[in-house]
């Protein structure tokens, strides 16, 4: 789909989503699985941070960025611990689509 010819034009690798996943394995080991609650964060930024709006042609006019690091992820995963906990994992199914809203609402088109 375009607006006014502008496309987004993502450059994310197969090779640096596998290398995220693995790294995100070992963390939710290393932590019992308390990573898994800002591992959709850090997931879902990875390809937004690597796309860019490129106009008609495919010249690259700008780049998607949000910026999003743990201490504005604390509140809301804890809340969701929480919920999860009473909820016996069910309140999940809400959570990466309130995250994947939160991530879109803070994406910034930068100038390149």
Known sequence: MTINGYKLKCEYSVSEAIGSIIIWILISIVTLGLGLFVMPYYVLKGPINRSFLVD?????????????????????????????????????????????KRLLNGVEIRDL
Request: net charge positive; glycine share 8%.
């Open 56 to 100: 008609a042609s495919g010249n690259k006019i700008g780049k998607l960025h949000v910026d999003v690091n743990l201490a504005s992820i604390i509140g809301h995963a804890v809340i969701w611990v929480l919920l999860s906990i009473v909820t016996i994992g069910l309140a999940m199914f809400v959570y990466y689509p309130a995250v994947v």
